[in-house]
């Protein structure tokens, strides 16, 4: 899991609050990918990016969820303005492959109040 | 769409014994599928893949799936159970281009002495 280093790994923020989760990838992906997992939801694919483009968003839930990929080195989701049912574990993951393998990081824990 | 099935929320297992976790899946075209495991407050790791050859397929820490082609299943097995093989399992399927998997509901194995 070295590959994928994510922060904050818990956050605890107020409703309407901005977000911000980040995320490290190693290099040689080709692929990286935003999941978002709840009890209720299971996960859910947000959005993906290849070779930094933003390829697909459907998943991204409301116009107050936002993602960038501005080099091969980091991304970051962003919820503005927070609500609690926004609270949740989100994970970055990675391809390095044409495969389909996944390397996810360890998660951000978002609790909104 | 592709999708897959875990019809199981949890499966029980005396160390020892055989597991299975169950998977089923629907695609239309030759699929790419995957089982990872989650363990407590830690991102998704990667169990194995079946993407064509052998029907039987073997992965990290023992583990094995047998790709059932008339069946449209997907069920990963593991011949001696251990306790520290008590986790959260989940089937994914690769569906449409760049790497994007979708993921089953997942089931929560429980190994007991």
């Known amino acids: 899991d070295a590959g994928v280093i994510q922060s904050p790994r818990h956050e605890v923020t107020e409703m309407g609050q901005e977000v911000t989760l980040r995320c490290k990838p190693i290099?040689?992906?080709?692929?990286l990918f935003w999941y978002r997992q709840t009890m209720m939801r299971g996960l859910e694919l947000l959005i993906y990016?290849?070779?930094?483009?933003?390829?697909?968003d459907s998943g991204m839930p409301e116009d107050r969820f936002s993602a960038k990929m501005p080099n091969a080195s980091f991304s970051t989701l962003k919820i503005q303005p927070s609500e609690p049912r926004d609270s949740a574990v989100y994970f970055c993951?990675?391809?390095?492959?044409?495969?389909?393998?996944?390397?996810f990081g360890e998660g951000s824990r978002l609790t909104v109040l | 769409a592709q999708s897959v099935a875990q019809p199981e929320d949890q499966v029980n297992v005396a160390e020892g014994n055989p597991l299975t976790v169950k998977c089923t899946y629907s695609?239309?075209?030759?699929?790419?599928l995957f089982w990872y495991v989650q363990y407590p407050n830690r991102g998704l790791q990667f169990l194995l893949k079946?993407?064509?050859?052998?029907?039987l397929v073997k992965g990290s820490y023992g583990f094995e799936a047998e790709f059932n082609k008339s069946q449209t299943s997907f069920h990963l097995k593991k011949p001696s159970a251990l306790v520290s093989d008590s986790a959260l399992y989940f089937c994914?399927?690769?569906?449409?281009?760049?790497?994007?998997?979708?993921f089953g509901t997942g089931t929560q194995l429980k190994v007991e002495l």
């Open positions: 994914a399927v690769r569906t449409g281009g760049g790497n994007k998997l979708t």
């Open positions: 990016f290849n070779n930094n483009v933003p390829i697909d």
């Open positions: 993951a990675i391809s390095l492959s044409g495969t389909g393998e996944l390397f």
């Open positions: 290099s040689g992906h080709n692929s």
């Open positions: 079946y993407i064509t050859g052998d029907n």
């Open positions: 695609v239309s075209g030759n699929p790419y």
